[in-house]
T-cell receptor, first 113, second 113 residues
Framework: NAGVTQTPKFQVLKTGQSMTLQCAQD?????MSWYRQDPGMGLRLIHY???????DQGEVPNGYNVSRSTTEDFPLRLLSAAPSQTSVYFC????????????FGPGTRLTVT | AQSVTQPDIHITVSEGASLELRCNYS??????LFWYVQSPGQGLQLLLK??????LVQGIKGFEAEFKRSQSSFNLRKPSVHWSDAAEYFC???????????FGQGTTLQVKP
């Protein structure tokens, strides 16, 4: 049981490039989410999903897209990277939307130059 | 608006001393409250949680927290700190029915030998 996995661990992009951050969980959790962590700001919710085929925006969704075609996977797409998206990104999951204990992946450190 | 405030950005304690990390929240109903710990370069690990019932909750690694509704607080305590407790600590509140977590800014704990 690997829990929540994220790839890559580190990534450097140039402004305007696109990429996808991968997130997968093997716990059959319904709820998955993406956060970004910036110094002094804690973690802020980007997007979340309450089940396959259902996604919704968090507090900082601009510049990011998500999809949830399977229960296991919840990729985060940056369509045109900007320096303001330099951050550490965490994926999290929980058994259902009514269970608020979330399990976090190890994070992806993204730098946009 | 729902929010979480951790008033102390950095705290330094001596090994063996007691610890209290403060957390205040703003929320319209009974919140779900959490403390997470993040070691350098790692993801977030759940220390403890409060959903209802006994207002003093025990967590892993010898931590406990007390929910005080009248003060809108959920402070984290440990009677004797170990060098391995040096990390960043996040308080979070979960609004009901959405699965979203709102995080405080974090408190970095340094432990002096």
């Amino acid at each position: 049981n690997a829990g929540v996995t994220q790839t890559p661990k580190f990534q450097v992009l140039k402004t305007g490039q696109s990429m996808t951050l991968q997130c997968a969980q093997d716990m059959n959790h319904e709820y998955m989410s993406w956060y970004r962590q910036d110094p002094g700001m804690g973690l802020r919710l980007i997007h979340y999903s309450v089940g396959a085929g259902i996604t919704d925006q968090g507090e900082v969704p601009n510049g990011y897209n998500v999809s949830r075609s399977t229960t296991e996977d919840f990729p985060l797409r940056l369509l045109s990277a900007a320096p303001s998206q330099t951050s550490v990104y965490f994926c999290a999951s929980s058994p259902s939307v009514g269970v608020h204990e979330q399990y976090f992946g190890p994070g992806t450190r993204l730098t946009v130059t | 608006a729902q929010s979480v405030t951790q008033p102390d950005i950095h705290i330094t304690v001596s090994e063996g001393a007691s610890l209290e990390l403060r957390c205040n929240y703003s929320y319209g109903a009974t919140p779900y409250l959490f403390w997470y710990v993040q070691s350098p370069g790692q993801g977030l690990q759940l220390l403890l949680k409060y959903f209802s019932g006994d207002t003093l909750v025990q967590g892993i690694k010898g931590f406990e927290a007390e929910f005080k509704r009248s003060q809108s607080s959920f402070n984290l305590r440990k009677p004797s700190v170990h060098w391995s407790d040096a990390a960043e600590y996040f308080c979070a509140v979960g609004p009901s029915n959405t699965g979203k977590l709102i995080f405080g800014q974090g408190t970095t704990l340094q432990v002096k030998p």
